[in-house]
């Protein structure tokens, strides 16, 4: 038809058609049987305003939402597809105008303004109601019913829709009331649940319906409520709950602590992981339960040390040992927890770490935890003390008693110690293993750095060099017929920086002594004249024969002992005053000595009077009659006690480490306030040792004496380094 043939329609005839246009397409959206439209009736559609489609529509969809709860969801789902699919077909009826006329105008495009339309007209009306029977249905899914899950997903799926891109309307009218309804019902669960339910139960319900509550997201939900969703339901379950739950008697924490529970606790680390400040909830009592075993631990060696009557040697020797190792198996058996069930999580490690600096801290019986590790570790690496175990399980062991000095403050204390019962077990050769000694040595360095054990690495490498100067001074005998000795001598030569501090006396040797001291002091002049010996009687062993009327025994005894029973080759008897005078030694020497040989184990020698002390006023003969069932017998001589020692020893080297450390500071802060250079201080020398804060601020007045240091002149708490 051209433009002159267009035939002039009346409104009622328009009007009419229209009707029919309307009837056409409600049919076809009811599914009803109905020829599609032809391309004549599309242009006459087109031509007569079908712009009243939408109000007819709208009308004819308000007309069907009369029903209630899943019915009405049910018709909105169709109704809402249905009315999606007349919008289009307006956006195609109108698509000059919409492409155009709308354009030019600035006008909104007929899709946006068929959904404001449903958004004012329908939505507006029955958002609250289709709100309401949602929140019902996902209710009666909580309690076990079977609902239908894609009219869910539809029905919210028009609430997205309805925001054009926005989520306002799905989260203001439908999501608020959801996480309202949700806190509400897992609050009177959680109520019920934490008073019927064991903890693992009750984190089995739990950890079930965060699952649920994920999987209603998945299939219904959008995605944007996953989180606030599980944060309702971790509050109500978990938050709320925490502390009545992790300590409910005979199933909380500490009760899967101590049965070994992996499972419960792996899953309690997962469920608290998710909720603000709930790892700090079950650190802490992690920490609490382990310090408790710990200390538990502690009394256990407390009470078997007092109903043994144990002497100090007991306790740091077995029972030391034995304390040391269930310490250790109580760490693997946590360390074990840390990384199975919480994740080796940095909350589980810092907790584990701060239970141990506790325990490891507190001595057993007047013996800290510093002397019992070294003992531990002395007792393993001489010989006969690991004889049963493997080089692999001794290896093991030295590692974890290392692990173990992690946690000690005094660390400086422990090198001390290790340094001499090092010293001991080389110079009387009783190191069972040099690559367990090596192993220890390196394990110590990893620990503590390389300064902290230069020197017993020194000692080491010196006592290589000591055996290297022993075989040259055997071949210097053999090249000189004039310096036969008649006896063995092996001397050990040590350099005095390395090595600890030994007492040193000039004790009067007998002449066989005399002639050994002098040789090899002629074969070491022959190697360098620029360094004095200085003999240290004290470190030094003998074997001499004993003939008594029983038999001839063999005598393994210290110099000064064997000084003192040679006297009496020339001498029936003598008094004490005699011997110290002959022997050029202190009364305390003198007591030790005489105490070993008449009172001890071993009675080389008589005493009158009978007694168990030694006096000034006593007199001594050599025991003839004396014998044994051994040919071979050690004399030992009383222990000293070296703990005082070692302390002023191990304070001295603290004062001159805060000084080095102040001075490093100083040095490179060049300007520094007295607060500032405590806390750096305390900061470098931590790893080793505690430092005393009152000390380190002796150490700074004696740097400022010494003009290491000055104050300011206008800041008293400020301080200059003097270049």
Not at 606 to 624: A, C, G, L, V
Request: glycine share 4%.
């Amino acid at each position: 038809m051209t433009m002159n043939e267009r035939k002039t329609i009346d409104l009622e005839e328009g009007w009419e058609f229209m009707q029919k246009g309307i009837t056409k397409l409600k049919k076809i959206l009811e599914g009803l049987p109905e020829p599609p439209f032809s391309s004549e009736d599309y242009v006459m559609l087109y031509t007569f305003g079908v712009f009243f489609l939408l109000l007819v529509s709208l009308l004819f969809l308000w007309l069907h939402i009369l029903k209630h709860d899943e019915f009405m969801l049910r018709e909105l789902v169709k109704r809402w597809a249905n009315y999606k699919i007349m919008v289009r077909w307006l956006a195609k009826f109108f698509r000059y105008l919409d492409k155009y006329f709308v354009a030019r105008r600035s006008l909104q495009p007929l899709t946006e303004v068929g959904l404001k339309c449903f958004h004012d007209q329908v939505y507006q009306e029955l958002n609250a109601k289709v709100s309401d029977a949602v929140i019902s249905l996902i209710h009666q899914e909580r309690e076990g019913e079977q609902i239908d899950r894609a009219l869910l997903k539809n029905v919210l799926d028009i609430f997205v829709e309805v925001g054009m891109g926005q989520m306002d309307h799905y989260q203001n009218d439908f999501e608020e009331a959801m996480l309202k309804d949700t806190a509400a019902y897992y609050s009177r669960k959680a109520s019920n649940w934490i008073l019927e339910y064991s903890c693992p139960d009750y984190m089995l319900k739990a950890e079930e319906c965060l699952r649920r509550e994920k999987d209603r997201v998945a299939h219904y939900l959008h995605s944007s409520s996953e989180p606030k969703l599980l944060e309702k339901v971790q509050h109500e379950l978990l938050s709320v709950y925490a502390t009545q739950l992790l300590e409910k008697e005979h199933s909380g924490c500490h009760a899967l602590l101590r049965d070994d529970k992996v499972e419960d606790l792996s899953r309690m680390f997962r469920l608290f992981s998710k909720i603000p400040k709930g790892l700090d909830v079950v650190s802490n009592i992690f920490k609490q339960h382990v310090t408790a075993e710990g200390m538990a631990l502690v009394k256990q060696a407390e009470d078997a040390a007092s109903n043994k009557k144990a002497d100090k040697k007991d306790v740091i020797g077995l029972q030391g040992r034995d304390f040391v190792t269930k310490v250790i198996e109580l760490h693997d058996k946590y360390l074990a927890h840390v990384s199975d069930s919480f994740q080796n999580h940095k909350l589980s490690r810092k907790a584990l770490r701060q239970a141990f600096e506790v325990i490891c801290n507190k001595g057993v019986a007047g013996s800290s935890s510093a002397e019992l590790l070294a003992a531990v570790c002395d007792n393993i690496l001489k010989k006969g003390g690991s004889k049963k175990l493997s080089d692999e399980a001794i290896e093991e062991i030295l590692e974890k008693i290392v692990k173990m000095l992690a946690f000690i403050i005094d660390k400086d204390l422990f090198g001390e110690l290790c340094r001499r019962k090092l010293a001991r077990r080389l110079l009387f050769d009783k190191s069972a293993s040099d690559d367990h000694e090596r192993f220890i040595l390196t394990k110590l360095k990893q620990l503590c750095g390389g300064q902290f054990m230069s020197k017993m690495e020194e000692m080491v490498t010196d006592f290589t060099l000591a055996k290297d100067n022993q075989t040259s001074f055997e071949g210097y005998l053999n090249n000189k017929p004039h310096a036969y000795l008649g006896i063995d001598l092996t001397v050990t030569v040590l350099t005095t920086g390395s090595w600890p501090s030994y007492k040193s006396f000039d004790l009067n040797l007998p002449a066989e002594m005399v002639k050994c001291v002098e040789v090899f002091r002629e074969f070491y002049q022959t190697k360098t004249k620029h360094r004095s010996l200085t003999w240290i009687y004290s470190l030094g062993s003998c074997k001499i024969s004993g003939k008594f009327e029983p038999k001839t025994m063999e005598l393994i005894v210290t110099t000064s002992q064997a000084c003192a029973l040679l006297l009496f080759n020339s001498s029936d008897r003598l008094s004490y005053s005699e011997i110290m005078t002959q022997l050029n030694l202190s009364d305390d020497d003198v007591v030790r000595l005489l105490h070993s040989l008449s009172c001890a184990k071993y009675k080389i020698l008589n005493k009158e009077p009978n007694t168990k002390t030694i006096s000034p006023i006593d007199h001594f003969e050599f025991n003839s009659k004396f014998t044994d069932k051994m040919r071979r017998i050690k004399i030992d001589l009383p222990p000293l006690d070296e703990k005082k020692k070692v302390i002023e020893d191990v304070d001295m080297d603290r004062r001159y480490a805060i000084d080095a450390s102040i001075v490093r500071i100083m040095k490179s802060r060049k300007v520094l306030g007295h607060q500032q250079l405590v806390m750096e201080c305390v900061e470098q020398l931590g790893h080793i040792f505690e430092p005393d804060y009152n000390l380190i601020k002796k150490r700074i007045e004696s740097l400022i004496t010494r003009d290491y240091l000055e104050r300011d002149e206008d800041n008293p708490n400020q301080f200059r380094y003097v270049v």
